[in-house]
């Protein structure tokens, strides 16, 4: 059973600031945008059900497109990483919001030695929630944990294979207290994924997070799925559309291009780095499975899609010191 009172040590919420409120609320949009596109059959996730009842208002299908690009890419990016480590590996989800993924891996075989979320204390709390209230999410949990009882308060759940951690990452400091209290291992090959996260952090902040993970793992991979060529008129709309929903993105500046991406990674002690847009990562994805989700939709703004991936794209940096190949990941 799940042990530790939810409700009776659930804090006040302390995040005030507005920018934050509004960054936390991407959470939702992302999450509503990828209920809506599995509804109409673009890739198939049972889990998601449980965190968004609704599948809410129609999204456009340039927006479906594109969150199938961002799903497919990374995924395949994260499975090749664990199939290469054979799953002795561990898998830290940075600002992981209502993201599926440990459930996914528990299906498919592909579940790591611990997978770790990591997202704002309210988001978590949240997440807690409907983890204890959903057995379809909770049994997951219990049936790879050795003992009767889970760790368990208002901003943090643990187990033997799934933790979720309430800590803002632009505190590394708490960050690295509270995953090696929870039993995170430097030693193990370790996957970081961030998507639309280190974007709104100013770069200073991103370039600490970034070298903390160089710094505490010898053999690791960081896959970045976010904003580029940011600088162009296009990216100035996106810009202003978020600034509008007080929504600021403190770290636009290291979206200015691939290279600016990758530079993020090499100056904080990784030692290669790799990165395309999202044109280039749709057009590298299996072309069968891009074939059957175009005809899910008639896409009327062709222009349109193409500008949208070419303003998004997935950056992967590794370490190797144990020689597993990491480099060699890719497209």
Known sequence: MIQGSFMATRHPFTD???????????????????????????????????????????????????????????NHLLDAFIRKTECDCQIINLGAGL?????????????????????FPTVVARKIHYIKSKPHLSKPIIETHSTDSLLLDAHSLDSDRYCIIGVDLRDVATLDEKLKKFHLNPELPTLLL?????????????????????????????????QVNMSDRFGQVMIE??????????????????????????????????????????????????ARIERLEFLDEKELLQQLLQHYSICWATKDRHSLGLSTLAF
Not at 23 to 52: E, H, L, M, N
Not at 105 to 111: C, T
Request: proline residues 3%; glycine residues 4%.
């Open 16 to 74: 005030t600031d507005t920018s934050d409120e509004a960054v936390r609320a991407t959470c939702d949009d992302a999450t509503a945008c990828k209920r809506f596109a599995i509804s109409k059959g673009y890739w198939k996730d049972p889990y998601i059900q449980y965190f968004v009842r609704s599948i809410g208002e129609r999204k456009a299908p340039e927006i479906n497109r594109g969150y199938y690009g961002r799903v497919k890419g990374v």
């Open 99 to 119: 993201d599926t993924a440990f459930w996914r891996l528990k299906d498919e075989d592909l579940l790591p030695n611990k997978y770790f979320e990591i997202d």
């Open 194 to 226: 961030s998507e639309c996260v280190l974007v709104y952090m100013t770069p200073t902040q991103s370039s600490n997070l970034v070298r903390w993970a160089a710094d505490t793992f010898h053999t690791a991979m960081f896959i970045n799925y976010e």
């Open 241 to 290: 559309n978020l600034q509008r929903r007080q929504c600021t993105l403190a770290g636009v500046d290291v979206c200015r291009s691939l290279d600016s991406q990758k530079d993020r990674f090499l100056r904080s002690g990784w030692d290669h780095a790799d990165a395309l847009d999202m044109v280039t990562v749709y057009s590298l994805l299996p072309q069968d499975d891009v």
